[in-house]
Structures are given as structure tokens and as C-alpha cells.
């Protein structure tokens, strides 16, 4: 696939105005549920968002490493997602950066402002020590950073390592989508090469008859 600099353009304006509003929409959404539970269930939320940006992580990674040749091998054998996967590797930059930049990042900055206020609820609690409070935010800070890392660091070595049966998993989770829910990510050029063939054609007649 040739680089195209105009593409490239539309799809950073795209995925920047989608960012933005995914951001908004996951921040207010965490907050608002945030404020009406105990600090023990905003922990456990934390957690989900951290998962979630791991997960997230760990298949635009496998996107980027896997090949596309053994998909085509399962393709001509009609293994379900196959050609979904196909599809996958073959836009794997936008399928990357959606999954570790938009998805994973925003889960990163929702789970650090999410962080904070368990913090601050935790600490709403307590005896009116500054240093007791300055230790729980360092140390629940200090958590969850080491948290999204080390998740993070597991994810990659994972999602190189099996890349072809992540990007076939993720591949399969479309196929169900598209049959069972009518939801189509990927759209398919074959009528538009038969369409040029046919102009082709067309052409290629007119040609023999001025010919003759």
C-alpha cells in the first residue's frame, strides 16, 4: 500500500475529533459514577480502566506484528475471520493507533484523574495528618502507575508472541459483529475492480471496432 499524505491528514483530523470526544464522553461518564460510590469501588474501576487500556494495547501491538500470510492460508480454507484479519493487518497503522493511542491512552489519563479521586475520597476519611495523607497518595499513585506498566510490559511480550492467533481472535469478534449484528468495519473493493474491468472491456471494444 503506497503512502498517501493527503490520507495520512484525514485520518490524524478524524481520529483527533474522535479522540476528543470519546475523552469527553468517558470522562464525564467515569466521574459522574465515580462521585456517588466509596472509595473501594472507585478502586475497582481504576482497575477496569487500567485492563482495559492493557487489552486494548495488546491488539494494536498484534496488529503491527503479525503477518498476513497465514491468514491467507486460512482464508482458502474458509476459516471464519480470516479475511477479517486479512483487513486488519493490511490497515494495521489506523488499527494501532486507534487501539494504543485513542483507546489506550484516554484509559491512561481517565484512570490517573479517576486515581486521584479515590485519593482524595480515601484521605476524606482520615485524621487531618499531612504526612499520613502525602504516603496514601504517593503509595496509591506509585500502584497504579506500576500497575499499567508492568500490564503493559506483559501485554507486549504477549501480543508478539502470538500475534496471528490475537489478530484471528480479534478477526473472529468482527465476523460475529458483521453476520449476527449486521455491523460492517471493513468494506471490500471487489466491485470496484470489476467496475474498472468492465470500463476495460468497454474500452477495449470500442478500440477494435474504430480498428475495423
Not at 2 to 21: D, E, G, P, Q, R
Not at 81 to 88: L, Q, T, W
Request: aromatic residues 12%; contains cysteine.
Amino acid at each position: 500500500m503506497k503512502f498517501s499524505f493527503k490520507h495520512s491528514i484525514k485520518w490524524s483530523l478524524f481520529i483527533s475529533v474522535v479522540t476528543f470526544i470519546l475523552a469527553c464522553v468517558f470522562t464525564v461518564a467515569s466521574t459522574t459514577v465515580m462521585e456517588g460510590f466509596p472509595w473501594g469501588v472507585g478502586m475497582l474501576i481504576v482497575i477496569f480502566l487500567i485492563c482495559n487500556g492493557i487489552f486494548f494495547d495488546i491488539m494494536g501491538l498484534a496488529a503491527a506484528a503479525a503477518s498476513e500470510t497465514p491468514f491467507h492460508a486460512m482464508a482458502s480454507e474458509k476459516v471464519k475471520g480470516s479475511r477479517h484479519a486479512i483487513y486488519i493487518v493490511r490497515n494495521a497503522d489506523r488499527f494501532s493507533n486507534f487501539c494504543n493511542d485513542v483507546i489506550g491512552d484516554i484509559s491512561g489519563v481517565i484512570s490517573g484523574a479517576a486515581s486521584a479521586l479515590v485519593v482524595f475520597k480515601l484521605m476524606s476519611g482520615m485524621s487531618d495528618n499531612e504526612t499520613l495523607r502525602t504516603v496514601v497518595s504517593v503509595v496509591f499513585t506509585a500502584i497504579v502507575s506500576a500497575l499499567t506498566v508492568g500490564g503493559k510490559a506483559m501485554g507486549k511480550s504477549f501480543a508478539i508472541h502470538y500475534s496471528t492467533d490475537i489478530v484471528l481472535f480479534i478477526g473472529k469478534l468482527f465476523y460475529m459483529m458483521e453476520h449476527r449484528l449486521g455491523i460492517k468495519w471493513f468494506t471490500s473493493k471487489k466491485k470496484h475492480k470489476q467496475h474498472n474491468g468492465k470500463r476495460g472491456n468497454k474500452r477495449a471494444a470500442r478500440t477494435n471496432q474504430s480498428a475495423g
